[in-house]
């Protein structure tokens, strides 16, 4: 049992207690960010002549080598120390004796954690970010091969009008464009460093914390101390910004389901991303999509929990906040996971064209289109719409679609048909119609992809 503490306690901390209140199971996934941290520290600390130049050396050399026989796996980061700032200072203090000693001046573990989870998120949103451009340049390649791709639209999962593959790929590229506007923001309202702030009320030490913020590449240095070492703000934002990424995946991972079953067959997901079953030799699942669609719920769980945790909390520190780690850890792995492996399983799924477009014809999806084309010959739109119901009414009764019964049919049902209605509901009419921005139109669609283009690079 290493810790940075005991001068006033009398008696040993009872075993359970210490199992309790440790974190360095955990906290050794900032063991980087801590040394990073420390770093900056005493060069600021030298610099401002609280340290000689000597001292620095001993320190950074020591804070290197610790470094070094970690990554090596000559030193092993294990539970006899409370957590990891503790097993870096006794390491350091073994390794060079009194200067190491030095290495906590003017710094509390308060600031130094809030410093090491910053750096550490930080460097997650950075990587996150990456992670969701390249789903984002996968989705744009499927979009410029499929904008002629014709399929039904949905609302309420029942046929609603046709649009494309382009266009239905689009609405997904939106909102991970926008996921990742999100975790911009946060990185740049995140973006200011916490040390120097001591436990909650600064230090006496002359330190400059401009400088300390500076090297370690912060916007600047947090402006009130208290706030500095109780803020999790910013953990809050990420695990609500990856919960909204999570809710994306998931809406997209229950649309390659329905697409990828025996029924739809619109889509076939990849042998390497499909499971078999046990018991029934048949079975391709999309497990993978099942289980990103699953393992949401863990991530909202998450945003739920620190939400929790935070409410009570009295400033400046308190212990709750150490439980801010577990579950942002877990949440940052899952959602890096997921996104990996949709972009994968994107990149390598079939779109069974011809039964998207079949599909497309059935369902009565230019039923609209019908309507318009009454009101571009005279009709009003109230009428045209009873009309046309009626119409498929007769079409369900004989199981055609509008474009399939003659023209005298058609004339029976009204007069106001002509030969050319049969070009004005086509499915390539339908769409190609649709030309303001945003709509599925081929001409709208080149326009939004040389947009969406720009923007990715
Ligand atoms: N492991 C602690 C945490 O994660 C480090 C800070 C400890 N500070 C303290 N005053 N006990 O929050």
Request: glycine fraction near 6%.
């Amino acid at each position: 049992m290493a810790q940075l503490w005991g001068g006033r306690f009398t008696k040993e901390t009872d075993k359970l207690v210490y199992n309790f209140n440790a974190s360095i199971s955990f906290d050794q996934k900032f063991f980087h960010e801590d040394i990073e941290g420390s770093r900056a520290h005493v060069e600021m600390l030298a610099r401002q002549g609280i340290l000689t130049a000597e001292e620095k050396r001993q320190i950074t050399d020591g804070l290197d080598s610790i470094l070094r026989d970690v990554e090596t796996g000559a030193l092993e980061i294990t539970d006899e120390y409370e957590d990891i700032h503790s097993f870096v200072e006794a390491n350091l203090i073994e390794r060079i004796g009194d200067a190491g000693k030095k290495l906590h001046t003017g710094r509390s573990r308060n600031d130094q954690v809030a410093l090491d989870m910053k750096l550490y998120t930080r460097n997650e949103v950075v990587e996150i970010n990456n992670l969701l451009k390249r789903l984002l340049e996968t989705i744009l390649a499927i979009m410029e091969e499929n904008i002629e791709t014709y399929m039904p639209g949905f609302t309420h999962l029942q046929k609603a009008q046709p649009i494309t593959l382009a266009h239905h790929m689009g609405a997904y590229f939106e909102m991970f464009k926008r996921d990742r506007q999100r975790l911009d923001d946060i990185y740049n309202r995140m973006n200011y460093c916490p040390l120097g702030s001591g436990a909650l009320a600064g230090t006496t030490y002359p330190l400059d914390r401009e400088y300390t913020a500076q090297l370690l590449e912060f916007k600047g240095a947090t402006l009130n101390s208290m706030d500095s070492v109780a803020d999790r703000d910013y953990v809050i934002e990420l695990l609500s910004a990856l919960s909204t990424i999570m809710m994306h995946l998931s809406r997209f991972s229950e649309e390659i389901i329905i697409w990828n079953s025996n029924e739809y067959r619109f889509v076939e997901i990849d042998d390497a991303y499909s499971t078999g079953s046990s018991i029934m030799p048949q079975k391709k699942n999309p497990d993978i999509a099942e289980l990103v669609r699953g393992k949401t719920g863990r991530v909202y769980g998450a945003l739920v929990s620190i939400l929790t945790t935070m409410k009570g909390i009295p400033l400046a520190y308190n212990k709750d906040m150490q439980e801010d780690k577990e579950l942002t850890f877990d949440a940052i792995d899952t959602v890096k996971g997921c996104v990996a492996l949709f972009t994968g399983m994107l990149q390598t799924m079939k779109f069974n064209k011809e039964i998207m477009r079949t599909s497309a014809m059935k369902g009565f999806t230019n039923a609209t289109d019908a309507a318009d084309y009454l009101v571009n010959h005279g009709v009003t739109f109230r009428d045209a719409h009873g009309i046309i119901g009626r119409l498929v009414l007769y079409c369900i009764e004989k199981d055609k679609a509008i474009d399939e019964l003659s023209l005298e049919e058609l004339k029976a049902i009204s007069p106001v048909f002509e030969e050319d209605v049969y070009d004005a509901v086509s499915l390539e009419t339908c769409v190609n119609k649709r030309t303001t921005i945003g709509a599925p139109g081929p001409e709208a669609m080149r326009e939004v992809i040389h947009i969406n283009k720009e923007y990715l690079s």
